[in-house]
């Protein structure tokens, strides 16, 4: 099994679409259940809560996410002590904004996610409306003992803004959806079916603001031709002031070479 689920997603599709994503993870997720857990592994460990915020102003705010994890049934989840376990997270992206793979490396490396990776369309300077949808896929370790009891998991996510595109209203609208939630545990052990891998439902939890919308400034159509001029004229006085000053040195230099001569 790949570290990144994400990596196995694009081995297999060259974009990211959600109709294809859905069908990844309900073919590909649930088949790496392993014996350790029950069958009805879903009813006894659930997401109980999922609330979420965006944080700041502007074309760089973070996405706050918190996660409560609750069980049901203890006494199920006892064979889980002598496995290590992580939380998958997995935040698709609009393609009105980024994550800076350089930005959550240098967090990763402080320790503030076990690992992350951005996978699909990396190029940071790309507007909007040349890009590609991209996805955020975070790892962090979940001490099982903590799974016996319920758990309060927060996180926050640095996001930036694309160059939006045109738009009358002087803003552009950009939603997320419900991220979406893995538990992999494994054992120390090289064992067959010694990793255990599976979805938590997003429709069992109580959801706040599991839908975020971004309201990303853009530049108005009826401006354009006034910012043209604008941006034309003082590239060309920017020129201009270039070429006087080069000139006035070249000419001075003349002067002092014909003096000593």
Known sequence: MKQFLMQSYYDRYTSLLDSDFENFMSHEITSGLCEVLPENHSSILRLSVLKRDLVGEGSHRRVSTLIKLQTQQLNSLSDLLSYSCELIIIE????????????????AQRGV?????????TNLELPSFLSNRSAVEIHLDIDPNTLLQ??????ELPLHARYQPLNESGYSIVEFGAPDTILRCSTKEKVENSSCLFKLKNDVANLYDAGLVWRIPSGKKAHSDLVSIVTF?????????????????????????LKQS
Request: glycine share 4%; aromatic share 12%.
């Open 113 to 121: 996610f076990n690992d992350i990776a951005v996978f699909g369309d």
């Open 233 to 257: 004229l003082t590239a060309f006085l920017s020129t201009l002031v270039i070429m006087v000053t080069s000139l006035h040195y070249f000419n001075s230099r003349v002067s002092k070479d």
């Open 150 to 155: 319920p758990a309060d998991i927060s996180i």
């Open 92 to 107: 698709r992206l609009p393609s009105g904004v980024f994550a800076d793979p350089f930005e959550l490396q240098h967090l």
